[in-house]
């Protein structure tokens, strides 16, 4: 690749100590409103997760085993568990848009006070430093920190976190109504789907850099070529450029290709594990109903914990790659905040009084030759 082609570089992983930096301008001390809302989302997500992980497959579970006992009143009870099924269903969705409305004024009020400061600490840098760094970085570091930073606080409060508590429910139920030996293998199999997620993710990070460098590389090509039309028409070089452009562009054909051929790697094996979970679980589930140890239902709540189990585990891989691109645009973000102003106030200094001022001339005389 032309080395006057700008890359797309590794950058090193960026430090968690910047999402600490950060959490302050979500709980900001100077607006109670604000943390007001962020205990209303974080109640929200509790109880988004608690009907959705306890009462809807609880209440299933229970209507089937209502419905095969057959008996007049088992059935009126059944057609009941299955409305507080319905409206679980429906409570989920009400909590999880409710989060959403409350907390979008919080993130973008975080934003919005972040990049607020580091507007005013570039204003306060020298002469020297604007001269030396590209306005357009600069600007480019600022909306690439504020743009990752919504995305990030999304996945990092409203997927990960509370995938998190739902496993903790998940091991917790399987532990006193199925025993060790699920939970064992539930979290067994969880383990495998991360690492297996986080391996290929990283995998393709690598092909998608490699792919942006090629793109690169044949945008400038043709753009080169293209503002030096006259030239290249004074040497008769139409088809070396030409050829020198199908060829930038038939790398980043084959780049693309693997690129989107790990996507198929990452789907297949996630479905083969959640797949392979789901299959154990349910013929564990079968085999104590057939002893007499479960009940109908309970196979059909092990089928519905798993399945709202690995649904969110199924964006794990867009969530890893999202969290990590946004810690390194925040923490380059961070870099311009923490860059030292040459010109400072001496400590202590009072603050410039100005009174009326007037200008005045005075004994000022001009003639012309």
Do not use: C
């Amino acid at each position: 690749m032309d080395p006057h082609i700008p890359t797309t570089t590794a950058q090193p992983e960026a430090g968690w100590s910047s999402l600490r930096r950060f959490l302050p301008y979500l709980w900001p001390a100077d607006d109670p409103g604000l943390r007001l809302r962020v205990v209303a989302s974080f109640s929200l997500v509790l109880l988004s997760i608690a009907v959705t992980t306890l009462v809807m497959p609880l209440a299933f579970g229970a209507a089937i085993d209502r419905m095969t006992a057959g008996r007049e009143p088992e059935v009126a009870i059944a057609i009941a568990l299955v409305a507080a099924y319905a409206g679980a269903r429906l409570g989920g969705v009400l909590f999880d848009n409710g989060r959403n409305a409350i907390f979008e004024r919080v993130g973008q009020d975080a934003t919005r006070r972040l990049a607020e400061a580091t507007f005013r600490h570039l204003h306060d840098l020298s002469l020297r430093f604007h001269l030396a760094r590209r306005t357009g970085a600069v600007t480019k570091i600022i909306e690439r920190g504020t743009k990752s930073i919504d995305m990030m606080l999304y996945f990092l409060l409203f997927n990960i976190g509370p995938t998190v508590v739902q496993l903790l429910l998940v091991l917790g139920l399987f532990w006193v109504k199925f025993g060790l030996g699920l939970v064992a293998a539930t979290l067994v199999m969880v383990a495998i789907y991360i690492t297996y997620t986080r391996v290929i993710t990283d995998w393709r990070t690598r092909l998608r850099v490699e792919m942006n460098d090629l793109d690169t590389g044949a945008v400038a090509r043709a753009v080169d070529s293209l503002l030096n039309f006259e030239t290249v028409k004074y040497f008769n070089a139409e088809e070396r450029e030409a050829r020198r452009y199908g060829d930038a562009a038939r790398r980043y054909q084959e780049a693309a290709i693997k690129n989107e051929s790990s996507l198929a790697w990452l789907n297949v094996g996630q479905s083969l594990i959640t797949n392979l979970m789901m299959a154990g679980a349910m013929a564990f589930t079968v085999w104590g109903w057939s002893t007499g140890r479960f009940s109908p239902g309970d196979v059909v709540v092990v089928n519905t914990l798993l399945a709202q189990l690995f649904r969110p585990l199924d964006m794990l891989g867009m969530v890893y790659r999202t969290v990590r691109q946004g810690l390194i645009d925040m923490d380059a973000m961070f870099n311009l905040v923490d860059t030292p102003a040459e010109v400072v106030d001496a400590p202590g200094a009072p603050e410039l009084r100005v009174g009326a001022g007037e200008v005045r001339f005075e004994n000022v005389f001009f003639t012309y030759d």
